[in-house]
Every structure is written in structure tokens, then in C-alpha cells.
């Protein structure tokens, strides 16, 4: 393998490390938020995706992302929302059911 593309995968590997750190502490977050939140209702927040979405594109988009970059990106963080949503309605039961914070 040429020396360009290890150091380049290399450096994909250490992006991907910190990635995953950053989603596992998003998840903590979403965990925390389950149990402040006043009912199951609150979980869902139609107008905080909405804000979510247009400041991730916009970011992208300052970032100097092309067009389908920034579209590949919105993509991947509309699954992280369902997956976060998803993940916090679980946390949401389990801790009503259970009677203690998880």
C-alpha cells in the first residue's frame, strides 16, 4: 500500500476514534435528558430537529462542504437523531418502570 494512503487511513481511523468518543457522549446526554424531561411527550421535539438539521447543514456548508457532502452529512445526522430519540425513549421507560435513574 503506498505510504499516502496508510497515513491517510491512519488519520481516517483517528477521525472515526473521535467520532464514535463524541456520539458515546451524545448518548450519555440523551440518557441525562430522559430523566429531566416531564413526560414521554417532551422526548420527541419536532422544531429541535428541525434546528438541529439547519445548523448541522450550515456548518457543513461554512465548513466548504460541496453540495453532496453537506447532503451526505444531513443524512448521517437525521439518523443519529432517530437513533438519539430512539435510544432516549428507551432510557425515558426503562428509568419510569424501573423507578430509579439508570
Request: aromatic content about 6%; overall charge neutral.
Amino acid at each position: 500500500m503506498p505510504t499516502e494512503l496508510a497515513a491517510l487511513r491512519e488519520r481516517i481511523d483517528g477521525l472515526d476514534e473521535k467520532l464514535v468518543a463524541l456520539l458515546v457522549e451524545r448518548f450519555a446526554c440523551m440518557r441525562q435528558a430522559a430523566r429531566i424531561k416531564p413526560d414521554r411527550n417532551a422526548v420527541y421535539d419536532g422544531q429541535r430537529i428541525a434546528a438541529v438539521i439547519s445548523h448541522v447543514r450550515q456548518q457543513a456548508e461554512a465548513g466548504g462542504a460541496d453540495a453532496a457532502v453537506v447532503a451526505a452529512i444531513t443524512d448521517i445526522y437525521r439518523n443519529i437523531i432517530a437513533r438519539s430519540i430512539a435510544y432516549e425513549f428507551a432510557c425515558y421507560d426503562r428509568e419510569r418502570e424501573s423507578g430509579r435513574p439508570e
